[in-house]
């Protein structure tokens, strides 16, 4: 399947109103934003890897819609990777809906975990909240353009696997708050402030390879993110075109051999501390249920111009 070249931000899948950017920390009950209450019902707006032993996850960036009447505060929508000074790589489907709202639009905000500290033998995360600027699919594809065989659902909540990659810029840009951490995993300890983390994605010719790990949110809306891990012998890589169309795109497909109810958009998979997938969708065929991730190396070069400063150049002139 050839890739369209980039296309300017003025074909972006968005049109966002420029916000200015605010930071806050994970406890107490109530959040402010310019004059704007969150209220998250517990001091954990996201729990991070301390529960499985890993911190590996804490480079995640968690996206949510704010909604006071939601029962956690906020909806969350998808999660994402660091790209680098100011821009967030995720999957496109869950903002596909949003996007055609006006209203919803300034509601879109970024976790980023910042820290971890101690108290009365708890822990608990310090987060960063940055604001959404602008955001674009990686290759703008207008719905008319793709063939029906290839949409699943109906009305509004109809969506497509075809290029579904997302590329946010927030406010402020994360350089302006702290410098990007060269940690390792085993390096972070609870008690640490001022973390930050950049994903590699990875580029064509990058081999797959065994371990590989994953992460996404909890399949039933929660809060906290589940994480799956897999070695040689779990023998879970397959062949998609054993199980989807060729022509929906360029997938990495995994055996759903922990039987999870779903895969949710914005899912990561990792290998050599590398992205190689964003979540897609499930499926099963035959009782062999199958993960399927978007692949990320053909998209490379696209996904490292999407919102860039030169990609949105007409914009801020």
């Excluded at 920390?25 to 209220?39: R, V």
């Excluded at 608990?124 to 065989?149: A, C, K, N």
């Excluded at 994903?199 to 809060?223: F, S, T, W």
Aim: a neutral charge.
């Amino acid at each position: 399947m050839r890739l369209p070249s980039p296309m300017t931000s003025v074909l972006a899948a968005f049109m966002y109103i420029l916000m200015l950017a605010s930071m806050t920390s994970a406890y107490g009950l109530m959040k402010t934003w310019y004059g704007k209450s969150l209220p998250w019902k517990t001091c954990f707006p996201m729990s991070w890897g301390v529960r499985v032993r890993t911190y590996f996850f804490d480079r995640v960036i968690n996206i949510i819609l704010s909604d006071e009447d939601a029962e956690l505060g906020y909806v969350p929508l998808s999660t994402g990777v660091i790209l680098d000074r100011n821009r967030v790589l995720t999957s496109y489907n869950p903002f596909k809906k949003i996007s055609k709202s006006a209203s919803m639009i300034p509601n879109i905000n970024f976790q980023m975990i910042s820290g971890r500290r101690r108290e009365s033998g708890m822990c608990y995360h310090t987060l960063t909240v940055f604001e959404m600027w602008s955001g674009r699919q990686v290759t703008f594809t207008p719905d008319e353009s793709i063939p029906i065989r290839s949409w699943h659902g109906r009305g509004a909540e109809r969506h497509s696997p075809v290029h579904d990659l997302m590329v946010f810029r927030v406010v402020p840009a994360f350089e302006e708050i702290f410098n990007f951490s060269n940690l390792q995993e085993h390096e972070i300890e609870v008690g640490m402030q001022n973390l930050m983390f950049k994903m590699p994605v990875a580029k064509h010719g990058d081999k797959l390879e065994y371990p590989l790990q994953y992460c996404q949110m909890n399949i039933n809306g929660r809060r906290s993110l589940q994480y799956y891990f897999f070695v040689t012998t779990d023998d879970v890589i397959v062949n998609c075109d054993s199980y989807i169309p060729k022509f929906w795109g360029h997938f990495i497909c995994l055996r759903n051999i922990h039987n999870i109810r779903g895969l949710t958009s914005g899912a990561l998979l990792v290998s050599n501390q590398t992205l190689f997938g964003v979540g897609s969708f499930a499926l099963k065929r035959e009782q062999i249920g199958i993960l399927v991730f978007t692949d990320v190396r053909p998209y490379h070069d696209l996904i490292m111009n999407a919102m860039t400063d030169e990609d949105t150049k007409e914009e801020n002139e």
